[in-house]
C-alpha cells in the first residue's frame, strides 16, 4: 500500500531552489534511504513529508490518517524546561504507562523513564526519541540523520534497532544519512539526491551508478561490500570484530576522499 | 457579596487572578526564552492606554490592542534576519517612549502616570475584578487546552509538524495569552513591571520541579504568596503596593534559587 507519495514535487527556500521535479513513493514496510551531499535537500525532503515544508509545484499525498514517526536530527531541551523522559514520551499524545515502558524497551533504554530529558547523553537522546516515534505505531517512520554523534558501533547497533522495530511494526521507514555503508547495508531501496533525484534503486544498483560515484566517488562501493559482508557475520562473535575493525580503516579513508573528490567537483 | 466592598480583598483577589493566569504563562516565557518579548509586549501597553484615553474608550480595550499588535509584529519579524534581542530591545523601549510622550500630548485628560507605570492595586473595584477574573480564566482555559501541543511546540517545531500541527498557531495562542496578561495586569503591577510577574514566579519554581506541570503550579503558588505578602508588606511599610509584590516574589526566586545551591544539583 502506498503511505505516501511525491510527483514532480519542487521545493524553494525563499528564491534558492532546494528540490526540483521529485517524484518518489513509499510502500508499507518498505526501508528507504536517502543519501547526498551536504545542502542536497535531504531534511528538506523529510520536513516535506511531516508537512513542515510545503512544495512550490508538483504535489505530495499522504494516505488518510497517516500516522507518522518522526525521530528529529537533534533536540535542544532548555534546561531551564523540567522534563523526563516519561513525560516527554507523551508530547503531544498520552499512552499508557504499558505502552510508554513497551516503547523504551523496543529502543534499548527500559530504565530512562525517571530521568531528566536534559541530562541523557547523545545515544540516550536518540534512543528516548525513538522511542517516542514508535510510540504510537506509526506506519510511517522517518529518521532525519538520527546517528549524529554516535559513534560507528553505536550507529551500526541504532541501525539493527530500527530493522527490528520494521520488523514488529511493519511499518515504512524513511532515513537520511551521511553514513553511506552503514546506512545501504539495511536499506530495500536507497535514493541518491542532490537537488534532484540523481539515483535510486536496491543499495548494490545505486552504489554501481555512475551518479551516485560522480557525487561520492568510487570508494564507497569497495566499502559497501565490506559492510555487507560484515553485516552478514554480525552474529558471529568471534571474528566479529576483526571485521568491524578491518572495515572501519578501510571506510574513514574513503569517506575522507570521497568529500574531497565532490568538494573538487563543486567548487 | 460585603466582602468585596473591602478593597483590601478586592485587592489580594485581582493580585490573585493575574499570578493565577501568570504562572503558565510565565513557565512558557522562561522556556521559550521570551523574557524581552514580554517586556516589549507590556510597555507597548502604555502607547495603548493613551490612544484610548485620547479616544475615549476603556483603556483596557486599547492596552489589549497594542499588546496584540506589538506580539504579533514581534512574531512576524522573529526569524526573518533581525537579530531577536536587539530588535525586541528596540521596540520594548521605543514604545514605552512613544507611550509616555502620547500621554503628555492628551489635552484636557489628567491621568496619573504612575498608576499605570506602577499599579494601583488598592483601586481595584468591582468591574476592575470582574474584567481581571475573566481575563485570567480566558488565559488559564487556553493554556490548559493548548497544553500538549504548547510543549511539543516548545521544544521543536519538526516534533509539532510531525504530530499533524502548525507550531504557528501555537505561537499565536502565546502571544494573544500574553496580551491578555498584559492587559488585565497594568492594574494590578503596572507595565513596567508585568514581566516580573511573568518570569520570576517561574524561574523560582524551576529548581523545585521535575515535571512542567508542576512547575507551572509552583510558580502560581509563589505568585499568589507574593501578592499576599506583598499586601501585607506594603501596608506595613507604606510603600508602593505593585513594587512590593514584586519583591517579594524576588526574595522567594532568592530563597529557592539558594536551596538549589545547597541541594548542589537540580532535582
Redesign the interface.
Known sequence: MTLLQMQGMSVRHGQDPALSDVNFSIETGEIVTIVGPNGSGKSTMLKTMIGAVRPSSGRIDRQKGLRIGYVPQKLHIDPTLPLNVDRFLSLPNPASRAKRDAALLRAGVPDLAMRQMSGLSGGQLQRVLLARAILHEPQLLLLDEATQGLDQRGSAEFYRRIEEVRRDLGCAVVMVSHELHVVMSASDRVICLNGHVCCEGRPEVVASAPEYRALFGSGTGGALALYRHEHDHAHDSDHHHDHQHGSDCIHDHGIGQDHNHKHGVAE | MSLLDDFLVRAVLAGIGVALAAAPLGCFV????MAYFGDATAHASILGVALALAFSVSPLIGALVVALVMASCVTALSGRGFAVDTMLGVLAHSSLAFGLVAVSLLDGVRIDLMSYLFGDILAVGRDDLLVIWGGAAAVIGLMVWRW??L??A????????????NPKREQMVLTLALALVVAVAIKVVGVLLIAAMLIIPA?AA?PL????E??AAIAALVGAGAVIGGMQLALTLDSPTGPTIVCCAALLFAASAGLALVRGR??
Do not use: Y
Open positions: 522562561v522556556w521559550r526564552r500538549q501541543a510543549l511539543t516548545t521544544l521543536s517545531d519538526e516534533l509539532a509538524w510531525a504530530a499533524g500541527f524561574a524551576r520541579s521535575h515535571t512542567p508542576r512547575m537540580d532535582s
